[in-house]
Each structure stands twice: as structure tokens, then as C-alpha cells.
């Protein structure tokens, strides 16, 4: 095995580019602990000690890796990016001139990778005047005013900069993708999670071995090393429909007549429901701290969101696990059936005077992968939600409070594994032994 991590090492492009990844996460991470120009660091270093785990709070810094509780100029970190990619995904199947511009091949995608980057700006610009206004209400922080001037201008000031943050990891990402090992924007959520990890196992720690319950504290870390075993496992599964070919006569030339497949992952989705679901969830809790007022249905409805899901850093109920996992399976179906069309496919296969051994060509064969599709995509959702909540089972069992989710270890893993992938990749082209193989 080390031998492996020195020929990566031996190759001067592959050294290059992982060098020069490591030196994008060292910038990430600086900017990361930077503060937004106009803010009461005392009142920070006060918030930082009082800070819970869980709750809205603790799993946004967690994708932040940390910006966010110190109020830094990366602490809206990725999420706008990832958000308004997402909004462009749903856009491109319900517009044509978006799915127009897809079907361009390599132009098309620039145009729409340039709209994704302006959308990113708008959303970042909103959601920092929204933390600007939650941090200084005190609403998000436990009653500490971190902005104690709160002026137009130094609003204005804190608003720029966080957008100018924003962009910046923007551009850092990208740089990774081209110049780098690839996957930028997944590989800046993954530094970020990582980065938080030694300070959220350290509080699994206190609230269990030091204060004398050290069997739990054993139990979460196998049940963690289990799910990793287990998210590698359904990763690499699919199912593979075999195709058939034809023979073709143009000339002198037989063509066609090979077999191949179309394989269909287990986990067709990847992470986007679950993403989809917490952000669906967040939204009460960002409602109802946001709204000023006080009236009493005002107070019941915040009271019964903080307790019921996880909006108040208490350990989740058992409404937001039950409601978490049934949304995790809805939006699976939903984004499979967008990332893949059974008709599109049948029609391209027949296209190409290929078939299913026997199904005929046309509409049987899209109700034949239809028929898989549904099949599949069952375990797969149940999996993902499964993964998702048994952190937050844990924490409701034993009222633990847990900042990290099933989806933070998704992405570590799915992230871990595709950019292993690409390296081995590299390795292999120039006969060396890969990391996975």
C-alpha cells in the first residue's frame, strides 16, 4: 500500500495536481478562519463557548467546516453554489431552451455553468443579509449580539464581503476541478466536513465516555464504521441490463453484432435527496427565527419547531426522524426519475439498432426499465434514509446532541471513493498499480 501512495507521488502531473489540491484546501481553511470586517470578536469567542452540537446551527457550521460560528468570510462556504446547481438541474428537465442548451454538448454547459455562478451570487447576497440580520437579533444565537453597530453601511460592508467569500470558494473549487485532482466543489464540502470531525467526535466523547457511559460512545463508533462499510458497499452497486446489438452490412464492413449494458447504480441519486430534504426541513426553523413578532401563535409554532425538528440545538424528536425519512425517500424517486427517462433511453437504444434480449424495442423496452428502475431505486431510497437518521436515532435515544448527519458521512465516503477513482485512474494509464485495485 505505500508503495501505491509513492508512485503517485513519481508522476510529475499527478504529483502537480495534488499538490496544488492541498494547497487550494490551505487557502480554504485560512479564509475560513478570517472574520467579516464589524463584528464583536468577544461576542464571538462568547458564542463559539456556548454553541451546542446540534440543531439548524451546528449542522450548517458543519458544512461550513466551522466558518460559520466564527462569523468568517467563507462562512456561507459552498452551500449557495450547491443550491443553485440544483435549482439549474430542476430548471433544465421543465424548460426547453435550458435543456436545449445541455443537449449543445461542451457550449451549452458553459453557458449554463455561467448562470449557475450569477445564481450563486444572487443566493449568496440573500442568505448573508439573512445571517447578518439573524446574528445580530440574536434569534440564531442564543440572545449574543454579534453585530452591536448595526448600521446600514456596516451591514452593506458584512454583506459584500460574505458574497465576496462565497465567490471566492466558488472560484477555489473550480480552480480544483481544472488544475487540480478534480471534483472541486465536492472535494471543498469534503475538506470542510473533515475538518470538523475531530471536534464533534470530541463532544460524542464528553457526553458519553467522560461522564461514565462508555458503552455508547463504543457503539456509535461501530455503528459509524458500519455505515462506511456500508455506504462503500451500495456505492459500487448496480445493476447491470445487458444490451444486444445488431448486425449491420454497409459495404464491405460488418458493424455492430457486440453486447453490451447499461448499468443502473443502486443509489442513482447519490446525495441530492437527502440534501434536498434536510434544506425542506430547515425551512420552518429558518421561518420562524427570522420572524420578528410575538405573538403567541408566533411563540407555539417556534416552540413546537425548536422540540420537534431540532431547530433549538436540542437532540432531534422522533417527528423529525420520521418526517426526514419519508421526504429522503420521496425526493430519491423524484431526482432518479429526473437523472434518468426510460423513454429517452428506449429511444436512443433503438436508435442505434440495439435491444433488450428479449423485450421488444419501443415502448416495452421503456416499461422494462421502468419496471428495474422502480425496483431499484426502493432499497436504494430506504438505504439512504436509513443512513441519514441513525445519527439522529442515536441522539434521540440517548439525548445526545450529534452535529453530524448520515449525510455528512455520505459525502465524505462518495467523495472519498470517486476521487480515488480518478487518481487510480491516472495511475493506471501509465502502468501502475491502482489505490482500489
Known amino acids: ?30 479564509g475560513a478562519t478570517i472574520p467579516v470586517p464589524g463584528i464583536d470578536l468577544d461576542a464571538v469567542e462568547l458564542f463559539q463557548a456556548q454553541q451546542t452540537a446540534g440543531g439548524i446551527y451546528g449542522l450548517l457550521n458543519l458544512f461550513s467546516g466551522g466558518a460559520l460560528e466564527g462569523f468568517s468570510v467563507f462562512a456561507l462556504g459552498i452551500i449557495p453554489y450547491i443550491t443553485a446547481s440544483i435549482i439549474m438541474q430542476l430548471l433544465t428537465v421543465v424548460i426547453p431552451r435550458l435543456q436545449a442548451l445541455q443537449e449543445e454538448g461542451e457550449s451549452g454547459r458553459k453557458v449554463i455553468t455561467q448562470w449557475t455562478r450569477y445564481m450563486t451570487v444572487i443566493l449568496a447576497l440573500i442568505q448573508s443579509t439573512g445571517f447578518t440580520f439573524l446574528f445580530h437579533s440574536g434569534q440564531f444565537t442564543g440572545g449574543i449580539d454579534l453585530i452591536p453597530n448595526y448600521t446600514p453601511g456596516r451591514v452593506i460592508l458584512i454583506v459584500l464581503t460574505m458574497t465576496a467569500g462565497t465567490a471566492m470558494v466558488m472560484w477555489l ?103 434536498f430534504a434536510t434544506s425542506v426541513l430547515l425551512i420552518p426553523s429558518l421561518l420562524v427565527t427570522a420572524i420578528p413578532s410575538d405573538a403567541d401563535w408566533i411563540q407555539i409554532a417556534r416552540r413546537w419547531i425548536d422540540e420537534n425538528l431540532g431547530g433549538g440545538g436540542h437532540s432531534v424528536s422522533w417527528w423529525y426522524i420520521g418526517i426526514l425519512f419519508a421526504l429522503i425517500v420521496f425526493f430519491t424517486y423524484f431526482y432518479t426519475a429526473i437523472q434518468f427517462d426510460p423513454d429517452q433511453q428506449s429511444e436512443m437504444i433503438q436508435r442505434q439498432g440495439g435491444f433488450i434480449p428479449g423485450v421488444r424495442p419501443g415502448r416495452q423496452t421503456a416499461a422494462h426499465l421502468r419496471h428495474i428502475l422502480n425496483r431499484i431505486t426502493l432499497p436504494g431510497s430506504i438505504f439512504l434514509a436509513t443512513i441519514s437518521v441513525l445519527p439522529a436515532i442515536a441522539g434521540a435515544i440517548w439525548n445526545l446532541q450529534i452535529a453530524f448527519s448520515g449525510v455528512s458521512i455520505l459525502i465524505v465516503v462518495g467523495v472519498g471513493l470517486e476521487t480515488m477513482k480518478q487518481i487510480e485512474s491516472q495511475l493506471t494509464m501509465r502502468n501502475y498499480e491502482g489505490i482500489l485495485t
Open 1 to 30: 500500500m505505500l508503495s501505491i501512495y509513492r508512485n503517485m507521488f513519481k508522476i510529475p502531473d499527478l504529483r502537480g495536481k495534488i499538490l496544488f489540491t492541498l494547497a487550494m484546501f490551505g487557502v480554504y481553511r485560512l
Open 173 to 275: 473549487g473550480e480552480l480544483i476541478t481544472q488544475r487540480g485532482v478534480g471534483n472541486g466543489m465536492s472535494l471543498i464540502i469534503f475538506i470542510s466536513i473533515i475538518s470538523q470531525f475531530p471536534f464533534v467526535f470530541g463532544q460524542i466523547y464528553g457526553q458519553t465516555w467522560a461522564t461514565g457511559f462508555a458503552i455508547r460512545f463504543i457503539i456509535m463508533m461501530a455503528v459509524f464504521l458500519l455505515m462506511v462499510v456500508a455506504i462503500i458497499y451500495v456505492d459500487q452497486g448496480q445493476r447491470r441490463i445487458p444490451i444486444q446489438f445488431a448486425k449491420r452490412v454497409r459495404g464491405r464492413r460488418v458493424m455492430g453484432g457486440q453486447s453490451t449494458y447499461i448499468p443502473l447504480k443502486v443509489n442513482t441519486a447519490g446525495v441530492i435527496p437527502v440534501i
